[in-house]
Structure formats: C-alpha cells, structure tokens
C-alpha cells in the first residue's frame, strides 16, 4: 500500500522555541493532506487541511498563525509549530489523500515534547 | 456536523472468542467508513475501508459492517489473538468532504 513518512519521529524542544514536522507521500502525489494532534488516551482531532498551492484551511479553534503550514510539493507538507509551549507537547500525526485509488493513508505520527 | 462515538471504551476477552467493536455515526451521509487499530505510542494502521455503497468488507479474520439507516458500524474480529491487543479508531467520512471524524476508540485487550 501507499507510504506515508513524518520527520522526526519524535523531538524535544525549549519552550519559547519552534519546531518543523514533515510529512511526504513517498509513492503518490497528494493535493490534499491532513494534520491532527492527539493527547494521550484521547482520539485524533484535525487541525487543518494543508491544501498543495494553496493556503491551509484551519479547524475552529486551531491558531493558525501558532501552527504553519506550507504545502510546497505534491508530497511534502510542513507543519511548524511557533513558539512552543509544554501544553503544545501531543502527537502529531499527518494524513494524505491517495486520488486513484481513492484512500486517505496516515503516518506514523511525530511525538513533540515541550520542556 | 459528524459525530462518532464508540462504545465500550475499553473490551477484554479471553484469547480465542470472537467479538464486536461497535462504532455509531450521527449523520446517515457518509461517504465512507475507515477502521483502523492504534497500538501504544504508535501511528495509525487502516484495516477497514468501507464505501457507503458497500454494506462489509473482509480481510482475514476481520469483518466490519456499515448500516447508514442505523448510524452504526461494527468490527467483528474472529478468533482474537493476544497480538490483536491494540486500540481500535473508526472514522467517518462526508460526502464533498474528505475530512474524517474519529470516533474515541476501544482499547481492546485480548487475555491469553
């Protein structure tokens, strides 16, 4: 099946600091991807769609000016996370949308840490 | 706006038996139905896609169900293994939408 890959798997970084997150489709083109954040013992929760071209469409509540992101290539989407707070600390975890056959496909997730 | 939930949220049976993962969806417009397991610290593994023109899909010992007209979907997992031990996500789908609502899981543990 259709690869999704992230980097990192996990980071740790300084509160105040900020911290990229990539996602790639490694063998499909992807217009369309998503990013969501899970806490732990908690489900996945989207917070945008990051739309290739095009600017990201953010969830409500979901501070886009806190949470970049840039969909540069048909298989990479970035997500940054601006001046990270510990309660910024979740897993993240990004999707992409497969056109033929139609499938949403997810990576195995980025663990941040905000100390 | 879609919602799902899935009950119970936490399951464990003994090695061998049979059981049912429920999933329930408020908006009967679904366009697809997705089961997927989660194991600890992990990222997401699909098992399941459901089409809303489909009823089930199979895939080993594995058989999810979708009834729009109920709102429900079910994950039947035959023979339960210890390896089958993980926590269980269903997500819906809207048609026009390809955002997918997850519902809060089962975290099934299977007791050798």
């Known amino acids: 099946g259709a690869v999704v890959s992230q980097h990192p798997s996990w980071v740790i970084c300084k509160s105040g600091t900020s911290v990229k997150i990539e996602c790639r489709s490694l063998?499909?083109?992807?217009?369309?991807m998503f990013w969501y954040r899970q806490f732990p013992k908690q489900s996945l929760m989207l917070m945008a769609t990051?739309?290739?071209?095009?600017?990201?469409?953010?969830e409500q509540g979901v501070e886009k000016d806190k949470f970049l992101i840039n969909h540069a290539s048909l298989t990479l989407s970035t997500l940054t996370v601006t001046s990270a707070h510990p309660e910024d600390s979740s897993f993240y975890i990004c999707?992409?949308?497969?056109?033929?056959?139609?499938?949403?496909?997810f990576g195995p997730g980025t663990r941040l840490t905000v100390t | 706006k879609q919602e799902v939930t899935q009950i119970p949220a936490a399951l464990s049976v003994p090695e061998g038996e049979n059981l049912v993962l429920n999933c329930s969806f408020t908006?009967?417009?679904?366009?697809?139905l997705q089961w997927f397991r989660q194991d600890p610290g992990k990222g997401l593994t699909s098992l399941l896609l459901?089409?809303?023109?489909?009823r089930e899909q199979t895939s080993g010992r594995l058989n999810a169900s979708l009834d729009k007209s109920s709102g429900r979907s079910t994950l039947y997992i035959a023979a339960s293994q210890p390896g089958d031990s993980a926590t269980y996500l269903c997500?819906?789908?809207?048609?026009?939408?390809?955002?997918?609502?997850f519902g809060t899981g089962t975290r099934l543990t299977i007791i050798p």
């Open positions: 459901i089409q809303s023109s489909q």
């Open positions: 999707s992409a949308i497969s056109r033929d056959p139609y499938e949403q496909y």
């Open positions: 908006d009967s417009a679904i366009y697809n």
């Open positions: 997500a819906g789908g809207l048609f026009g939408n390809e955002k997918l609502t």
């Open positions: 990051s739309n290739e071209g095009s600017k990201a469409t953010y």
């Open positions: 063998d499909f083109q992807a217009t369309t």
